[in-house]
């Protein structure tokens, strides 16, 4: 069974750069024809697509985050990461990573990130 | 960009209660739609795809329907475990997505 798992700083402070992993286990995150992506959800409120990265590399992101948001994978490690620059107190929420298709199938159990001083 | 509403934002029912939960999209979106229940502190999870397609293990008190604009889903007889938060979910141009706002719902 398929099985997600987030990591990264718990706190960021504002303007600095929000670095998330997730590890995946259970399947390989290059042999099939799946996106791994990212969502996240400030406290309260509702989902929000950050982006995403196909198995074969190509990434795309939410236009209103696109100049922020990197997503990398490493095969290797068969992880996938997201980076987020110059963050604001607006960037506080629980970030998912999750393997989807136009369905989003498999998820982390999300990790919170609070941004502040 | 494709833009979502739901209704009602929230509803309280009794047990064996009916409820629908609508879900309109500003464009048409064919059936590219999903719908989630997300229980606190939980992942979201996928109840109906394509928007009328029940997800394996999922009971079959839950459907969805619709097509185009408009869609309803629907709890035929509202159960405790049931208390969650309900989310539409487009992908007409994948891989871009929008959800809805979501739908609590709670027991009466």
């Known amino acids: 069974q398929l099985q997600l798992q987030e990591s990264g700083p718990g706190l960021v402070k504002p303007s600095e750069t929000l670095s998330l992993t997730c590890t995946v286990s259970?399947?390989?995150?290059?042999?099939?024809?799946?996106?791994w992506g990212w969502i996240r959800q400030p406290p309260g409120k509702g989902l929000e697509w950050i982006g995403s990265?196909?198995?074969?590399?190509?990434?795309y992101y939410n236009p209103s985050l696109k100049s922020r948001v990197t997503i990398s994978v490493d095969t290797s490690k068969n992880q996938f990461s997201l980076k987020l620059s110059s963050v604001t107190a607006a960037d506080t929420a629980v970030y998912y990573c999750?393997?989807?298709?136009?369905?989003?199938?498999?998820w982390g159990q999300g990790t919170l990130v609070t941004v502040s001083s | 960009d494709i833009q979502m509403t739901q209704s009602p934002s929230s509803l309280s029912a009794s047990v064996g209660d009916r409820v629908t939960i609508t879900c309109q999209a500003s464009?048409?979106?064919?059936?590219?739609l999903n719908w989630y229940q997300q229980k606190p502190g939980k992942a979201p999870k996928l109840l109906i795809y394509?928007?009328?397609n029940l997800e394996t293990g999922v009971p079959s008190r839950f459907s969805g329907s619709g097509s185009g604009t408009d869609f309803t889903f629907t709890i035929s007889s509202l159960q405790p475990e049931d208390i969650a938060t309900y989310y539409c979910?487009?992908?007409?141009?994948?891989?871009?997505?929008?959800f809805g706002p979501g739908t609590k719902v709670d027991i009466k």
């Open positions: 990265i196909y198995y074969s590399g190509s990434t």
């Open positions: 999750a393997r989807h298709e136009g369905q989003w199938l498999d």
């Open positions: 259970g399947g390989s995150i290059s042999s099939s024809s799946y996106y």
């Open positions: 464009q048409d979106i064919s059936n590219y």
């Open positions: 979910q487009q992908y007409d141009n994948l891989p871009s997505f929008t």
């Open positions: 394509d928007a009328s």
